[in-house]
């Protein structure tokens, strides 16, 4: 981190009292670190909108390893983006459904490609994808 530097900041008392409210509910101490984590939460937005740089992420899918063929197709897409897919976490939740998250870095127009096509999959009952980032361009 390359120093600090203190701001005061006019807001509305309703809005501050909301988000004070927000804040300790999440179990935040003070507002700063709030503050920068929605900073963050903003920037790292922007570097998936901005498309140029590498992002990463995970891409969590929820599914019944029974329906035809549906595991074969996943593990093909994964196959095929090899080098966008880093590592993988099946967990086998019941006799029926698998859990599985996959750790993904690239570009982003590439990963959210990637991850809408595995969400997409005929038979995956739910999946979301969390986008992050390497951390490099934040404080
Ligand atoms: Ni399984």
């Known amino acids: 981190m390359t ?6 900041i006019s807001i509305p008392t309703k809005l501050l009292r909301r988000f004070d409210a927000l804040i300790a509910r999440q179990g935040y101490t003070n507002r700063s670190e709030a503050l ?3 900073v963050r939460d903003r920037l790292v937005e922007e570097e998936w909108k901005a498309g140029k740089g590498e992002v990463v992420g995970t891409v ?7 329906v ?4 074969q197709k996943l593990t093909e897409l994964q196959h095929h983006h090899h080098t966008e897919i ?3 976490l099946h ?12 750790a993904v870095k690239g570009k982003s127009m590439e990963v959210r490609r990637i991850a809408d096509q595995l969400i997409g999959t005929k038979g995956v009952k739910h999946g979301k994808l969390v986008t992050t980032t ?6």
């Open 86 to 88: 880093l590592s993988t």
């Open 91 to 102: 967990i086998h939740l019941d006799e029926h459904h698998c859990l599985e998250v996959l």
């Open 3 to 8: 120093g600090l530097t203190r701001f005061g």
């Open 36 to 38: 920068r984590d929605l």
């Open 134 to 139: 390497t951390g490099r361009a934040l404080a």
């Open 68 to 71: 035809r063929e549906l595991t």
């Open 60 to 66: 969590t899918l929820v599914y019944d390893h029974h």
